[in-house]
């Protein structure tokens, strides 16, 4: 079959892209566009068919050009497009959108019946888990030292702080309840000492089916409803980690949010301590911003010990000094580190007489005499005698030994001759050679002002060493006849080492590092 047969091989096909606004306004349906003539045409008469197509084309064309129909149609789909409104989803919205002031502070769990008060540092945590071992409240209590607690007033038991039935104590992790024999009630009651009081079995209690309100590191479902599941998927996912971080930070700052911890120089980390140094400058630049770290916390802590409401009772020393005795309600923490000789201001801030500070040391610490603290005041002129009540106690944080811990080390840093070479590499952790000093010990060792040692003691297998530790038991190194000081100085006496002295066992050293 050839081409010819279809029509001459000289004619051209021609395709024609018709306009978006043409086509949209263009009656297609009508009789002009009706095909009946189903026979071939001819050469001539398809070209001048053709021809005339193209120049009713370029007409329409220069039309919309010149009237603008184009850029009317573009400006209206922009207009439409402008008016539509996308809505966001739900769940794009839970992390932004304004939680209410009782949502957990870690995930934002909201229902009121999953959530507690922390009523020592004002802020709602839930009873879910999380990604954490425990629940939020739990984890909360632990590492801010929290104890006392409240429902929410729109929960199942309504705005109930948490307390024992018989003495008051609000100690959430001593708080457990007890089922009444008779009625379908239960009692809270503390494990220590009102759950064992043996007068219990006189009343309609039952003491041995006491059980504590936390159990499994979260509170009781019938007391503080658990956060389903999706519920607990849908909140904001918070790690242990950022948890701990986020307690760090509300220390400083308790209004701080999960977001801050985002900012630049939030959660900067120190440098780790090496096993081995280069040289002192390394060791110093190391060591120092831990000290300074530690200076600081220890700071915050002895500010943070601070008592209101103290009631003081007044007496008058042997030497006619002032001395105020006082109890304050916290010394069971595990932070509350007080010795004799630590400062402490007293201040009154009552109405009963004018506003009064005066600063003392202390003279008598919590012994099993007594749980009063005594404290010698420097000045007693404006003190108010005649008055027990509306006093407050802080205390005075020294730096004295901080600044020894960072004066030592800029010595050992910059002072080649601060301690000898041997001691040198020993606290850079370099391998170094065991050295014995040779050396005629005498037959007494005995220190001025101190008593002559026990032959025990004076024969010390450690005392040729250049680095000596020696381990005393608890409470003989504060004698003078155990003193691990004695030996060293009658031997540095004779040859004029620099060495470091031992610390007793469970005294912690805070002299830094200096030269003897």
Request: aromatic letters at 8%.
């Amino acid at each position: 079959m050839s081409v010819e047969a279809y029509g001459p091989s000289s004619q051209t096909l021609t395709f024609l892209d018709t306009e978006e606004a043409e086509l949209l306004g263009a009656d297609t349906q009508g009789s002009e566009y009706e095909f009946t003539d189903f026979t071939l045409p001819s050469q001539t008469q398809t070209q001048g068919h053709t021809q005339s197509q193209l120049d009713n084309q370029v007409i329409v064309t220069d039309g919309l050009l010149q009237n603008g129909g184009l850029d009317d149609a573009i400006s209206k789909s922009s207009q439409l497009l402008a008016e539509l409104n996308f809505e966001e989803d739900e769940e794009d919205t839970y992390y932004t959108k304004a939680l209410p002031v009782h949502a957990c502070s870690y995930c934002g769990i909201q229902d009121p019946a999953c959530v507690v008060y922390c009523n020592t540092s004002k802020k709602w945590f839930c009873n879910g888990r999380g990604n954490t071992s425990g629940s939020h409240i739990v984890n909360h209590l632990v590492r801010a030292k929290c104890k006392e607690v409240a429902l929410h007033k729109d929960g199942p038991l309504g705005e109930t702080v948490l307390e024992c039935y018989n003495c008051g104590c609000r100690n959430a992790f001593l708080l457990g309840f007890i089922p009444a024999k008779a009625d379908s009630v239960v009692v809270l009651l503390c494990r220590q000492p009102c759950a064992s009081q043996s007068s219990l079995k006189d009343i309609n209690w039952d003491s041995s089916q006491w059980q504590p309100l936390i159990q499994d590191r979260c509170f009781l479902s019938w007391l503080v409803k658990i956060p389903s599941e999706q519920e607990q998927l849908r909140a904001r996912q918070i790690t242990a980690q950022q948890i701990n971080k986020l307690e760090e930070l509300w220390k400083e700052n308790p209004g701080a949010t999960l977001e801050d911890l985002e900012k630049p120089g939030v959660d900067e980390e120190p440098q780790h301590v090496l096993l081995r140094y280069e040289d002192a400058y390394q060791y110093q630049n190391i060591f120092g911003p831990l000290v300074k770290l530690e200076a600081d916390y220890d700071k915050k802590l002895k500010e943070s010990q601070t008592q209101d409401n103290i009631t003081v009772r007044w007496d008058l020393g042997l030497n006619k000094k002032r001395i105020a005795y006082f109890t304050l309600p916290k010394t069971d923490s595990g932070d509350m580190r007080l010795m004799q000789g630590d400062e402490i201001c007293l201040r009154y801030k009552g109405d009963l007489a004018p506003l009064w500070k005066g600063i003392g040391h202390v003279i008598k610490v919590p012994d099993n005499y007594g749980d009063e603290i005594a404290i010698e005041l420097r000045s007693s002129m404006g003190a108010p005698v005649e008055v027990p009540h509306n006093f407050q106690v802080d205390f005075v944080w020294k730096s004295t030994s901080f600044d020894r811990m960072q004066s030592a080390l800029k010595t050992f840093a910059v002072d080649e001759t601060s301690v000898s070479g041997y001691i040198y590499h020993k606290l850079l952790g370099h391998e170094v050679e065991d050295v014995v000093i040779k050396c005629q010990l005498p037959k007494r060792f005995t220190a001025h002002g101190l008593p002559d040692l026990n032959h025990s003691q004076a024969h010390l297998p450690a005392q040729p060493q250049p680095l000596p530790g020696v381990r005393c038991e608890d409470g003989a190194a504060e004698t003078p006849q155990s003193h691990p000081g004695t030996p060293w100085n009658r031997e540095d006496r004779h040859l004029g080492n620099h060495r470091i002295p031992p610390c007793p066992a469970g005294k912690r050293p805070r002299a830094g590092l200096r030269s003897q």
